[in-house]
T-cell receptor, first 112, second 113 residues
Framework: SQKIEQNSEALNIQEGKTATLTCNYT??????LQWYRQDPGRGPVFLLL?????KEKRKERLKVTFDTTLKQSLFHITASQPADSATYLC???????????FGSGTRLLVRP | KAGVTQTPRYLIKTRGQQVTLSCSPI?????VSWYQQTPGQGLQFLFE???????NKGNFPGRFSGRQFSNSRSEMNVSTLELGDSALYLC????????????FGSGTRLTVV
């Protein structure tokens, strides 16, 4: 069955450093991969989308890579700030499926 | 522009009852999806509607149903509530085109007692 794995342990980093979050998947060939941020008690907020034929996507301090051979995506936040502290979710979108399959999320804590 | 609006924000129901949740998508968005979020299972897809047609359905029992109206607003209904239905129910809207992100509402927190 389809499986998406994100590091369940919280990632604790110092302000100003680069945070790198990992998303691995199996038994799936997504057309798109998306990253969301979720704060407690709120709905996820869309951050970035990368297509299967793209290797890298950037938006301000955010960068996503997508390796369909390794079945892995890396999500980077450069010059991290305490306000970046949240849970980050990876989601796969298959071709013609009109649904997202979410990972369990990784909690990021940025220390001042 | 206004975001995705879900009502009510909180709900407490008794086992065996039924519940209806409402979602108003972003103006112009014709696709509405519903997700259930629990600590144990995470975010799980319930169903997706586009122009009043259900295009995809997740692996949930028939007690979970939904519909979409001509103005794109959507409702989901859960009948014969069970304790395990306690969760955050999230609605997401999109233009319906492939390759776009989804805008989520703040969710309805349902507690079944």
């Amino acid at each position: 069955s389809q499986k998406i794995e994100q590091n369940s342990e919280a990632l604790n980093i110092q302000e100003g450093k680069t945070a790198t979050l990992t998303c691995n998947y199996t038994n799936y060939s997504p057309a798109y991969l998306q990253w969301y941020r979720q704060d407690p008690g709120r709905g996820p907020v869309f951050l970035l989308l990368i297509r299967e034929n793209e290797k890298e996507k950037r938006k301000e301090r955010l960068k996503v890579t997508f390796d369909t051979t390794l079945k892995q995506s890396l999500f980077h936040i450069t010059a991290s700030q305490p306000a970046d502290s949240a849970t980050y979710l990876c989601a796969l979108d298959g071709d013609s499926s009109y649904k997202l399959i979410f990972g369990s999320g990784t909690r990021l804590l940025v220390r001042p | 522009k206004a975001g995705v609006t879900q009502t009510p924000r909180y709900l407490i129901k008794t086992r065996g009852q039924q519940v209806t949740l409402s979602c108003s998508p972003i103006s112009g968005h014709r696709s509405v999806s519903w997700y259930q979020q629990t600590p144990g299972q995470g975010l799980q897809f319930l169903f997706e509607y586009f122009s009043e047609t259900q295009r995809n359905k997740g692996n949930f029992p028939g007690r979970f149903s939904g519909r979409q109206f001509s103005n794109s607003r959507s409702e989901m209904n859960v009948s014969t509530l069970e304790l395990g239905d306690s969760a955050l129910y999230l609605c997401a809207s999109s233009s319906g085109d492939r390759g776009g992100g989804y805008t989520f509402g703040s969710g309805t927190r349902l507690t079944v007692v």
